[in-house]
């Protein structure tokens, strides 16, 4: 599974949960929330998002500029050195 990726993006609480539970972390130790960044402990990131769905999106959950600035967070923890 991924295992040079450094950051995981999860769309979505399923997303969240689906990736921490593929790790065997337990979910309470990580709350789900847009932009949430969580150290796992292997040192790799898991940034959340909302999910991009109609739902989200039309009724502002879920807005362009918020969906900008976690791809740019995203980004910026890529280039980040490895700890």
């Given at each position: 599974m991924l295992t040079s990726a450094r950051v995981y993006l999860a769309l979505g609480r399923i997303g969240h949960e689906a990736l921490l539970k593929s790790f065997g972390l337990r979910l309470r130790d990580f709350a789900f929330g847009h932009a949430a960044e969580?150290?796992?402990?292997?040192?790799?990131?898991?940034?959340?998002?909302?999910?991009?769905?109609?739902?989200?999106?039309?009724?502002?959950?879920?807005?362009?500029?918020?969906?900008?600035?976690?791809?740019?967070?995203?980004?910026?923890l890529i280039r980040l050195p490895v700890p």
């Open positions: 969580h150290r796992l402990p292997d040192g790799r990131v898991l940034l959340d998002s909302y999910h991009p769905s109609r739902q989200n999106t039309n009724t502002g959950k879920l807005t362009k500029a918020m969906w900008t600035r976690v791809f740019l967070r995203a980004a910026r």
